[in-house]
């Protein structure tokens, strides 16, 4: 949502630009919109100073100004020139305006790598990505890549395959020179002509090195911890995408749509993030930060954009979390646009299969779900997934110490004991904070100490509240 201007209609600026309207705006910067044409960005003088001191503009780019006591600067851009936030920009229409941000960003990352560019201000006028330093996750700067170049698909830049889903418009050879122009390094591209040429020479030739003609790779999908959902991917998902001739040969097309259900911080997410990175293609979220509003018919129209967008760039993934907000019961008491989004849902998820979109959804409360939702033709698969047994955890441990430094003598069995039947988030929490308390300590691997105290300070938030870790202050 837009705030309100900080300057009036027609203000003057010190480089003579005049405004109109606020186009975006932030805790401490506003873009508006320029009478005549152009777009002028104002920020408090602290955030310009703060692009000063990281390095990423000179000082005086900025003109100073003071309205309604607050310190200001100004710099305007003109109309073909792109000057938005990095979340609401246009995708680029052709290679020169992908350059044009693929540029930018590089310069941005050579002068200052560490900072977080998932809310920067794109401004090509002066080819950089300034950050605005708000507090939260931080997006990795390939994803705010993809993200921009793609027009809003979250997707890494250095996963070709699925950027070339993506910007289907843009030649193999460019799209490589473009995320190469980023700083994101890319395999060779293999032409699709060439690619096609291939895969019929090796259906003629029958199989090669020992794998069937139709097996592009033979390769299994894992999941540390979960060896059953797992193999139930590998069964329903991974072996049709891999095998297509063979299985529409018998009429199975595409993948059947899938909902997982099961308590909080089990894995549901874990398990569908790295399905999609597995895959390659692109992923598009249905949940209430994304298609929720109060407006009638709106959540509707939105939930009808995203598929429309997944078709548009399949194959792809929908991912519907928490569904309970979106299909509950209408047995339950629903107002009639409740009716209408489930409407939507039943009309949709059926359609989005023969278009190559695999749909997934997820939900802590299955009871509450519409039974017409649930009904095979729609979600023909409802996996039910618990916490991870001993067996499991161990395996998830062994996965994730693989990848650090660690003493010999470091046994994961305690571990796995220990966190049986909890989160797999707090087996994660307690492999890093094992590694932070080594680093701590001076030293350049993790010590079963390190992973023993670790896991000590990280009891369950699920039981009675009894061993909950509290910090405070006495007073006397």
């Not at 949502?1 to 401490?28: Q, Y």
């Not at 330093?133 to 921009?148: D, H, N, Q, S």
């Not at 979960?226 to 993948?255: C, Q, S, T």
């Not at 308590?263 to 597995?278: N, Q, S, W, Y």
């Amino acid at each position: 949502m837009v705030k309100e201007a900080w300057l009036p209609i027609g203000f003057k600026m010190p480089d003579g630009a005049k405004t109109r309207t606020v186009l975006h705006a932030g805790r401490d910067w506003q873009i508006l919109e320029s009478i005549g044409g152009g777009r002028t960005l104002v920020a408090e003088e602290r955030l310009i100073q703060k692009w000063v001191d990281d390095g990423l503009i000179v000082d005086g780019l900025f003109q100073g100004f003071e309205f309604d006591n607050r310190r200001l600067g100004q710099m305007s851009s003109g109309a073909s020139q792109v000057l938005c936030p990095i979340g609401d920009g246009p995708a680029p229409k052709n290679k020169a305006e992908a350059m044009a941000f693929a540029i930018a960003m590089r310069s941005t990352r050579e002068i200052a790598d560490s900072l977080p560019l998932q809310d920067a201000i794109y401004v090509e006028k002066i080819s950089r990505l300034l950050p605005t330093y708000m507090l939260g996750p931080e997006t990795p700067a390939e994803i705010v890549a993809g993200f921009w170049l793609t027009g809003g698909i979250e997707i890494s830049a250095s996963s070709f395959r699925r950027m070339r889903q993506a910007m289907g418009w843009l030649a193999p050879p460019d799209l490589k020179e473009v995320i190469e122009a980023a700083g994101f390094g890319v395999s060779e591209v293999v032409p699709s002509s060439r690619k096609r040429e291939a895969a019929r020479q090796l259906g003629e030739n029958g199989a090669e090195n020992g794998k069937p003609a139709d097996d592009p790779g033979g390769k299994v999908f894992e999941l540390p911890g979960r060896p059953l959902l797992a193999a139930f991917f590998n069964e329903h998902v991974v072996d049709i995408v891999n095998h297509r001739e063979r299985y529409k040969a018998l009429g199975i097309d595409f993948p059947s749509a899938v909902i997982l259900h099961g308590p909080p911080g089990c894995g549901k997410t874990f398990a569908v993030e790295r399905l999609i990175d597995f895959l390659g293609w692109p992923s598009f979220q249905v949940d209430a930060s994304s298609v929720a509003s109060p407006y009638i018919h709106e959540t509707s129209k939105k939930v009808a954009e995203v598929f429309d967008k997944a078709m548009q760039n399949a194959p792809s993934v929908i991912v519907i979390d928490e569904m309970e907000a979106f299909l509950a019961d209408r047995e339950m008491g629903s107002g009639h646009h409740r009716v209408e989004e489930m409407a939507e849902f039943l009309r949709r998820i059926p359609e989005a299969a023969q278009h190559e979109v695999l749909v997934i959804g997820m939900t802590n409360r299955i009871e509450m779900i519409d039974p017409a939702i649930l009904r095979r033709g729609r979600f023909d698969h409802v996996v039910e997934v618990t916490h991870a047994c001993e067996a499991e955890i161990l395996a998830l441990v062994a996965t994730l110490l693989m990848k650090l430094p660690t003493a010999e003598d470091v046994d994961g069995t305690t571990l796995a004991k220990e966190l049986s039947g909890r989160p797999l988030s707090d087996v994660a929490f307690v492999i890093r904070e094992g590694a932070r308390l080594a680093a701590r300590s001076g030293k350049d691997r993790i010590e079963q100490e390190h992973l023993t105290a670790a896991l000590q300070a990280t009891p369950s938030r699920s039981g009675d509240g009894d061993h909950e870790r509290r910090i405070g202050f006495v007073w006397n």
